[in-house]
C-alpha cells in the first residue's frame, strides 16, 4: 500500500535509474514498466495515453501506474492497493521539482552524470513503506549535497567539503540537518547582499467560439518568489488590490489565519526559489461566484477564414492585435490539419497598423529587419501541425497567413480551432499590486533589495 | 557573531586548503576535472578494482567504488558478492560513503542476513549519534533489514527514538513501526504501545507518520483516537503536507465511525460540534497547494459534513484542472463521482469543462460525460452546441461520444428533442463515416424511444409523428446514406415503421416512402455489403406481409429474392431462403423461380398465415432502451477504481454512519482541562484488554457497547457487508453487461435480425424436423399452429 517507487525510462522506454522496489517482487517494476511502453506504443499520439495504467497483477494486490513526462524522460510511479492517484502525482511533481532544483534541467545525461545524487534522493524522499519522507528543498540541500562545479573538484581531489559540515564540524556545526525549527527553510542562510524578487506570472487559457464569441476564459496566476536573505527574515506582502485573488494555493510558509483575515501574506520564506501562491483572477464579488461570464479582454482577434474541399482545402487567417500598449511576443498559431494532410503552400505578410508605432518591444529588435520577416511558418508532418509563428506582434498590428493544403483522404479533417499561445512582458490580465513588503529580521539589521514584475502569458483556442 | 562566523570561515577555508594540497599531492595523475560521474555509469568495468578500493584506507577510494557499486545496481547488475566489504565501511566517518553504504546495505541485507547481522552493532551504535540525519538513518536501515531475528533490537531501537527530541527522528520511527509489524507481528502490543505514546506528539512534522503506523498496524483501536481527536483536529493545519493527507484518512474514519451523524430534518441542520470542530480545521486546508491534500480535505467534507457545505468543496477541485494534465485527468473523475450526486453543485461551471484541442483521449471522454451529467434547462443550449462542434474532432471515438452524448441530453431535456434531431440529421450528410454512422445510430434509438411512448400512451402523440417524419426524411435520403452500418439501419426502421393505416397515393398498408426504399436498394443489391443485403431482403418480406396483393411489390419481391438466393454470401442466401419459406402462404407469386415448377403442396411443411408472418417480422424485437452502465455508487472519491474502472481488493471504505456516535465525553482530553499529565499516561497506555478499571470507565461513559473491541466487530461487520455488498455489484454489473451487449448487437443495426433469427431459428428446426419426415404427417400441423398461437 502507498507509492512504491519511482523508475525513470528515457525516450526510449527504457530504464534510466529505478528506486528500491524491495517490498515487491523484481518483476513488479517490469510490468509497470513494459504497461507504459505498450501503451505508448498503441496510442495515436503520446499525450493519449491514460495517465493512470491499472496494470493487472498475478499476486492479490493489483496496482496502478501513475507516470509523467518531463522533458525527455517518463516518470513512472507504481502504486499497489487503492492509493489516490492525486497522492502519485503530486508527489511525482514534487520529485522533479526537487531534480530541477538540484540539477538545473532534468534530462536523461544530468540524470546519468549525477545518479549517486539522484539515488539519495530516492531514500530520502520516499521511505520504503510507501509514504513521502522529506521533500522541502531547503532540508533537502542539508542531507544531500547539490552537485556543484566546487563539489565536483572536491569529490576528484578526495575532499568532500559539505559532508564534513554535515558531520558537525565547521561553521555549519550549528546548522546540521534538520536542526531548523522551520522545516522550510535551513538556519544559518547568509548573504552579502539581501535581495527578494517577486514575479507575477499570469496565464489566460480562452476558448472563442465560430462567432467570435468568448466562450469561457480563465487567468491563473501565481506568485514566484526568489528570496536570497540572511538569517530568518519574516516578509510581510500585502496587495493594494486583493480582492481580485480567488482560489488561492498557499505555500506552506504562508499564515493562513492571516490571509484569511488581513489578505496579508505574512511568511517566513525557504531560501531561494519558490512559488508563494497561485491564485485565480476573478472580477465578481464574492456573493456571486460564477465564473461564466468573460472578464478579460483576449488581446487579438482572428479572422479565420478556413474552406475545405474535396481532398484539400484553402485558409486564409488574419490575426490583429488589439492592445494599444503592449506588444505580444512569441505568437504561434497552430492548426492541425488531420491525417494525411501535405502538400502545404503558405505565405505570410503583415497587414496594415501599428506601422508607425515604435515601441520597446520593437526598439529592442530594431536590429533585426522589420516587417514580414519575423513571422514565420512551418508544418510539422508528424503530428500534421502547421504552425505559424510571429515573434512580436506591435500593438494594433494586423498579420495575416494565407495558403493552401491538399490531403490524401477525399474528406479533409482538421481540427476546427486555432490554438495561438502568446506571451506578453511587463504586463498582468488582473493588474494586481503589490502594496507594501516588509522584511523584518529579530537579529540582524538590513534593508533587502525587493523587486516585483508581471508577466503573462496566454493559451487561446479560436474555432472556426 | 559575524566575527565567529568569519572565523569558522577561515578555519574551514584552511582546512579545505590543506586537505586539497594533500589530495592534489596524492592523486595529481588522476586529477581530471572534467570527469563526472558518468563515467561510473558508462564504465563497463567488471569492478575487480571495487573490492581493492572498498578495503583500501582513502575516503575518497571508498567514495569511488560505491558509487561504482551504485551504478551496477542501477544498471540492474546483482551485486550483493561485495556485501562484507561494503558492510564494513557501515562506520566510515564520512557521511557521503556513509549514505551509500545504507543504500546498498538496505537492498541486499535481505538476502545477505548473516552479513547483516555484522553490521548491527554499528546501527546500534548510531542510533546514539548527536547528529539527528544519523540517528535517523541507523533506524531506517535496523527497521530495513528484514531479518526476524533483530526483531526485538528494532523494537527497542523504535522506542527509543520515538521519544526522540528530534521531530525527524520521531517520524522516522513511526514509519519503522508498521515495517517492524509485517516482520514480526509479535510485537503488536509493544508497538501498539509506542504507538499510543506517539500520538501525543505535539510535533506536525511527525504525527502524519503516526498516522501511517496507526492505520497500518492497529486500524481497529480508534478508542485510543477518542482523547486526542480534538487536539489533533487543530494540529491539523501545521502537519507538513504528507502529513495531512495520512491524517485526514485517520480523522475521516474515525469521525465517520464514532462521532454522530448530521441530521437534517426540515428547520435545518443539526450537526455535532465534534465534526463542525474538524470541518472547521479542515477548510484552510482547501487552500493547499498539494492536490492529494485537497483531495483528502473533500473527502472530509463530503463524506461527513451536512450537504449545505458540499459546495465549499467545488471551487478547489476545479483549481486542481488547472494544475497538470494528468492531476486533470484524474480530478475530472472524480467530479464526475460527485456530480453524480449533487449536479447542481457544478452545473453553474459547466464552462470549465469544454473541451480543449490538447486534451487527451480520457479528458475528452470525461468531459462529455460530466457536460452530459450537468445538463439542465439553463445550460442545454450551450451545452449542446458545445457537443456538436466538437462532432468534428479528428479523434472517431471522440465524436461518437459527441453523438451518443447528444442523444442522452434530448432525453434527458424533452424540450431540445427537436434541436437534437434536427441536428442529427445535419450530421447524417456530412462527408464523414463516422459522424453518419453515430448519428444514424443515435437516430435510431431516438426514434424508439418515441414510438415507444406512443404505445405506451395510445394516443399518438406529436412525439412519434416527427420520429415518422425523421424516418421519411431518411428513406428519401438513403441514395445519401453510405456507411453500411447507417445503411442497414434506415433500411431496418424504414421496414419496421412503415405500417400505416393512412390512405395514401401509393401502396396501401403501408406509408408511400417504404416500397421506393425497396425500389432504389435493390437496384444496387449485388454491390451492396452483406449487412445491407440482409436489412434488404428483412424489408423485402416486411413489405410483402404487409400488402401480399399488390402485384409491383410481389415482382420487386421476386427479384430481390432471386438475387439474395445466389449471392456468395451464405448468411445472405440462407436469410433468403428462409424468409420465402415463411413467406410461402402469403402470395401467389412465388418468389423462387425454381418453384414456379414445384407444386405447392410438395413443398411440405408449414405454411403459416399473415397474421402470423407479421408477429414474427415485426415483433421479433422488443425496444431496447440503451442503459448507462452505470457505476457502482459506493465508489468514493481519492479511490483509484474510479480512474482504472477496475475495483481494486482492499478498497478504501467510508464506515457507516453510527447513528448516534458515541459519547462526546470520551473525547474530553484531561489535556483541556489543564489536570496533571500523569493520569493521561495511565489511561491512555494502558492496554484496555488487561485492564478491567479502564473498560469499567468506558462502559459507564458510553452506555453503550464499548468503543474499544466491539469497534473492532463493528469494523468486521462492515467489512461483511462491504464485500457483500461488492458481491451484489458485481451481479449488478454482469447483467448490466449483458444488456450491453444486446444494445451493442442492436447498433449493429442487426438487432433485429438476431432476435428474429432466434425465432425463426426455432421455427426452421421444426420445419426442418418435419421435412425430415418427408411426407410429414398432415397432424402436426394444427399443433404447430397451436404452439405459435399461443
Known amino acids: 500500500m502507498g507509492l512504491d517507487g519511482i523508475i525513470i525510462l528515457d ?91 538540484y540539477l538545473g534541467t532534468v534530462s536523461a545525461a544530468t540524470l546519468r552524470d549525477n545518479f549517486d545524487i539522484v539515488y ?29 562545479l566546487m563539489n565536483k573538484l572536491l569529490s576528484v581531489t578526495g575532499t568532500n567539503f559539505n559532508s564534513t559540515i554535515n558531520s558537525g564540524f565547521g561553521a555549519g556545526a550549528a546548522a546540521g540537518p534538520f536542526s531548523s525549527p522551520i522545516p522550510w527553510r535551513k538556519t544559518g542562510v547568509r548573504y552579502n547582499n539581501n535581495e527578494i524578487y517577486f514575479d507575477i506570472v499570469e496565464h489566460l487559457k480562452a476558448i472563442v467560439n465560430k462567432n467570435g464569441v468568448t466562450l469561457s476564459s480563465n487567468v ?34 504562508i499564515r493562513l489565519l492571516r490571509w484569511n483575515r488581513d489578505k496579508v501574506l505574512s511568511f517566513v520564506p525557504p531560501d531561494g526559489r519558490f512559488t508563494l501562491m497561485d491564485y485565480t483572477y476573478s472580477s465578481q464579488s464574492p456573493n456571486s461566484p460564477l465564473p461564466t461570464s468573460p472578464n478579460v479582454a483576449l488581446p487579438f482577434v482572428i479572422k479565420p477564414n478556413i474552406e475545405l474541399e474535396d481532398s484539400g482545402g484553402s485558409f486564409d487567417v488574419t490575426l490583429t492585435s488589439r492592445y494599444s500598449t503592449h506588444a505580444l511576443e512569441n505568437v504561434v498559431a497552430e492548426l492541425h490539419l488531420g491525417q494525411g494532410a ?18 520597446a518591444a520593437e526598439s529592442r529588435n530594431s536590429g533585426s529587419s522589420g516587417g514580414s520577416n519575423r513571422a514565420s511558418w ?26 493552401s493544403f491538399v490531403t490524401a483522404n477525399r474528406a479533409p479533417r482538421p481540427s476546427h480551432a486555432i490554438r495561438v499561445c502568446f506571451d506578453i512582458s511587463s504586463h498582468t490580465y488582473s493588474a494586481l499590486k503589490v502594496g507594501q513588503l516588509k522584511v523584518t529580521n529579530a537579529k540582524e539589521n538590513y534593508k533587502p533589495y525587493k523587486g516585483v514584475r508581471g508577466r503573462s502569458s496566454g493559451e487561446v483556442e479560436w474555432r472556426w | 557573531m559575524s566575527v565567529d562566523y568569519l572565523n569558522a570561515i577561515t578555519e574551514n577555508a584552511s582546512r579545505l586548503g590543506m586537505r586539497i594540497q594533500e589530495s592534489l599531492s596524492e592523486h595529481t595523475r588522476e586529477m581530471n576535472l572534467s570527469r563526472t560521474s558518468a563515467s561510473y555509469f558508462e564504465a563497463d568495468d567488471k569492478g575487480k578494482n571495487i573490492r581493492k578500493q572498498l578495503d583500501s584506507s582513502s575516503d575518497r577510494e571508498k567514495l569511488d567504488a560505491m558509487k561504482r557499486l551504485i551504478a551496477l545496481i542501477s544498471k540492474g547488475r546483482n551485486v550483493s558478492e561485495y556485501f562484507a566489504q561494503v558492510v564494513k565501511n557501515v562506520a566510515s566517518q564520512n557521511l557521503e560513503i556513509r549514505k551509500l553504504v545504507y543504500i546498498y546495505v538496505l537492498r541486499y541485507a535481505e538476502q545477505e542476513p548473516d552479513l547483516a547481522l555484522l553490521s548491527i552493532n554499528t546501527f546500534q551504535k548510531d542510533l546514539n549519534d548527536s547528529n539527528p540525519f544519523i540517528r535517523a538513518m541507523a533506524l531506517r536501515v535496523l527497521s530495513g533489514i528484514r531479518v526476524p531475528m533483530v526483531g526485538n533490537i528494532v523494537v527497542l531501537a523504535i522506542k527509543k527514538c520515538a521519544a526522540d527530541f528530534s521531530p525527524y527522528v520521531r517520524k522516522v520511527a513511526a514509519l519503522a513501526i508498521p515495517k517492524c509489524y509485517q516482520l514480526d507481528d509479535s510485537h503488536l502490543p509493544s508497538l501498539i504501545e509506542t504507538i499510543n505514546k506517539m500520538l501525543n506528539d505535539t510535533s506536525p512534522l511527525s504525527i502524519g507518520s503516526v498516522a501511517v503506523a496507526f492505520e497500518a498496524v492497529c486500524p481497529t483501536r480508534l478508542d485510543l483516537i477518542h482523547q486526542r481527536y480534538r487536539r489533533l483536529c487543530k494540529l491539523l493545519v501545521e502537519v507538513d503536507e504528507w502529513g495531512k493527507v495520512d491524517l485526514l484518512h485517520l480523522l475521516l474514519r474515525y469521525a465517520r465511525t464514532m462521532l454522530p451523524k448530521p441530521i437534517i430534518n426540515s428547520d435545518g441542520e443539526e450537526v455535532d460540534q465534534d465534526i463542525e470542530l474538524l470541518l472547521s480545521s479542515v477548510e484552510p486546508l482547501l487552500q493547499s497547494r498539494n492536490p492529494a491534500v485537497i483531495l483528502a480535505a473533500a473527502q472530509i467534507f463530503w463524506y461527513t459534513g451536512p450537504p449545505s457545505v458540499h459546495g465549499k468543496v467545488v471551487r478547489p477541485l476545479l483549481r486542481l484542472l488547472q494544475t497538470s494534465k494528468e492531476v486533470e485527468r484524474v480530478t475530472l473523475s472524480y467530479i464526475r463521482v460527485l456530480a453524480r450526486t449533487d449536479p447542481s453543485l457544478f452545473s453553474p461551471y459547466f464552462v470549465r469543462f469544454f473541451m480543449l484541442l490538447d486534451d ?60 437534437c434531431l434536427s441536428a442529427l440529421t445535419e450530421m447524417i450528410k456530412s462527408n464523414h463515416d463516422v459522424v453518419v454512422s453515430n448519428a444514424i445510430l443515435v437516430l435510431k434509438q431516438l426514434v424508439q424511444a418515441q414510438l415507444s411512448q406512443k404505445s405506451n400512451i395510445t394516443s399518438s402523440t406529436n412525439g412519434s409523428r416527427s420520429a415518422l417524419k425523421i424516418i421519411s426524411s431518411l428513406a428519401h435520403r438513403i441514395d445519401d446514406i453510405r456507411h453500411p452500418q447507417a445503411r442497414a439501419c434506415v433500411i431496418w426502421l424504414v421496414g419496421q415503421y412503415c405500417a400505416s393505416d393512412q390512405a395514401s397515393s401509393g401502396i396501401a398498408g403501408m406509408a408511400e416512402w417504404a416500397p421506393d426504399v425497396l425500389r432504389r436498394t435493390a437496384k444496387h443489391f449485388s454491390t451492396e455489403d452483406v449487412l445491407v443485403k440482409l436489412q434488404i431482403i428483412t424489408l423485402a418480406a416486411k413489405l410483402l406481409v404487409l400488402n401480399s396483393t399488390e402485384q409491383t411489390l ?15 454470401n451464405y448468411d445472405v442466401r440462407d436469410r433468403a431462403r428462409m424468409l420465402s419459406s415463411l413467406l410461402a402462404g402469403l402470395t401467389s407469386v412465388s418468389l423462387d423461380y425454381d418453384d414456379e415448377l414445384t407444386a405447392a403442396e410438395e413443398r411440405g411443411g408449414v405454411v403459416l398465415r399473415a397474421e402470423q408472418v407479421k408477429v414474427i417480422l415485426f415483433n421479433g424485437k422488443v425496444n431496447v432502451t440503451n442503459k448507462d452502465r452505470s457505476e457502482p455508487s459506493n ?16 478498497d478504501n471504505m467510508i464506515p457507516d454512519w453510527l447513528e448516534e456516535g458515541v459519547e462526546s465525553a470520551l473525547r474530553d482530553s484531561p489535556d483541556d482541562a489543564l489536570s496533571a499529565p500523569v493520569p493521561v499516561l495511565s489511561v491512555s497506555s494502558a492496554d484496555p484488554l488487561n485492564n478491567p478499571s479502564n473498560m469499567m470507565v468506558s462502559d459507564q461513559n458510553v452506555g453503550k457497547p464499548s468503543p474499544t473491541v466491539p469497534n473492532g466487530r463493528k469494523w468486521a461487520s462492515n467489512l461483511d457487508d462491504f464485500f457483500n455488498e461488492e458481491d451484489t455489484n458485481e451481479d449488478d454489473e454482469s447483467s448490466e453487461e449483458d444488456e450491453d451487449e444486446d444494445g451493442d448487437g442492436e447498433e449493429d443495426g442487426e438487432e433485429a435480425d438476431a432476435v428474429e433469427d432466434s425465432i425463426e431459428g426455432h421455427d426452421e428446426e421444426e420445419i426442418s424436423s418435419e421435412d425430415d419426415s418427408e411426407n410429414g404427417e398432415e397432424e402436426h400441423d394444427p399443433a404447430q399452429h397451436n404452439v405459435l398461437r399461443s
Open chain 1, 120 to 148: 539519495q534522493l530516492f531514500e530520502e524522499t520516499l521511505d520504503v513503506g510507501g509514504h513521502p519522507l522529506t521533500t522541502y528543498p531547503n532540508a533537502l540541500r542539508d542531507i544531500v549535497i547539490p552537485p556543484s
Open chain 1, 220 to 253: 491563473h496566476g501565481k506568485i514566484e518568489a526568489n528570496a536570497k536573505l540572511s538569517g530568518t527574515p519574516d516578509c510581510s506582502l500585502s496587495f493594494t488590490n486583493p480582492q481580485v485573488l480567488y482560489d488561492c494555493a498557499l505555500h506552506p510558509c
Open chain 1, 342 to 359: 501535405g502538400g502545404i503552400r503558405c505565405s505570410v505578410s503583415r497587414g496594415s497598423g501599428g506601422g508607425g508605432f515604435i515601441n
Open chain 2, 360 to 419: 487527451s483521449r480520457q479528458v475528452k471522454a470525461e468531459k462529455i460525460k460530466l457536460l452530459v451529467s450537468l445538463i439542465n434547462y439553463e445550460n442545454h443550449q450551450s451545452i449542446f452546441r458545445e457537443l456538436i462542434e466538437h462532432t468534428a474532432d479528428p479523434n472517431d471515438e471522440v465524436v461518437a461520444d459527441c453523438i451518443a452524448a447528444i442523444g442522452k441530453c434530448a432525453e434527458l431535456i424533452p424540450e431540445a428533442t427537436q434541436t
Open chain 1, 378 to 403: 512551418s508544418f510539422d508532418a508528424q503530428r500534421m501541425i502547421l504552425r505559424w509563428e510571429i515573434q512580436i506582434v506591435p500593438p494594433s498590428s494586423s498579420w495575416s497567413l494565407h495558403g
Open chain 1, 11 to 101: 525516450n526510449n522506454g527504457r530504464p534510466i535509474i529505478q528506486s528500491g522496489f524491495r517490498s515487491s517482487t523484481t518483476v513488479y517494476p517490469l510490468l509497470h514498466i513494459d504497461a507504459v511502453n505498450n501503451a505508448l506504443e498503441k496510442a495515436e499520439r503520446p499525450a493519449d495515453v491514460d495517465p493512470v495504467l491499472y496494470i493487472p497483477n498475478t499476486t492479490d494486490v493489483s496496482s496502478a501506474c501513475c507516470h509523467v513526462q518531463a522533458g525527455d524522460l517518463r516518470f513512472l510511479c507504481p502504486v499497489s492497493g487503492d492509493v489516490d492517484p492525486l497522492l502519485a502525482f503530486a508527489f511525482l511533481q514534487t520529485f522533479i521539482d526537487i531534480l530541477r532544483e
Open chain 2, 554 to 568: 410481389a415482382l420487386l419481391n421476386r427479384y430481390v429474392f432471386s438475387l439474395a438466393r445466389y449471392d456468395l
Open chain 2, 635 to 650: 465508489v468514493i472519491i481519492g479511490s483509484s477504481a474510479i480512474i482504472t474502472g477496475k475495483p481494486t481488493l482492499n
